[in-house]
């Protein structure tokens, strides 16, 4: 499956990016402090890993932090790996 075909639901009670698939959820969680959006964790079960859900987890959450004008920490390692491949991103880091 292809990351554009997944729906990512945005929970900023919860300040967190999930993905519902075949019963599974993964995550994304986050902490935003003023303009500082912090990516804290990506979660993705073994049963739904490898069909692009962590990347779109990602991609949503930086498009999010870009539309409100925020900068991004990717204290994730995924995030932080993510964002060093995809250079259109780097004007989001703090």
Do not use: W
């Not at 969680?29 to 739904?48: E, F, G, K, N, S």
């Not at 539309?67 to 932080?80: R, T, W």
């Amino acid at each position: 499956m292809d990351a554009a075909h997944l729906h990512v639901t945005h929970d900023a009670a919860h300040q967190r990016f999930t993905v519902e698939l075949d019963g599974n959820t993964a995550e994304l969680a986050y902490a935003q402090q003023d303009a500082v959006l912090t990516i804290t964790h990506t979660r993705v079960p073994d049963a739904i890993g490898g069909r692009g859900v962590a990347a779109a987890l990602v991609e949503a959450a930086l498009g999010f932090a870009g539309e409100a004008g925020l900068k991004v920490i990717p204290a994730c390692s995924y995030a932080d790996a993510y964002m060093r491949r995809h250079p259109q991103f780097q004007a989001l880091l703090a």
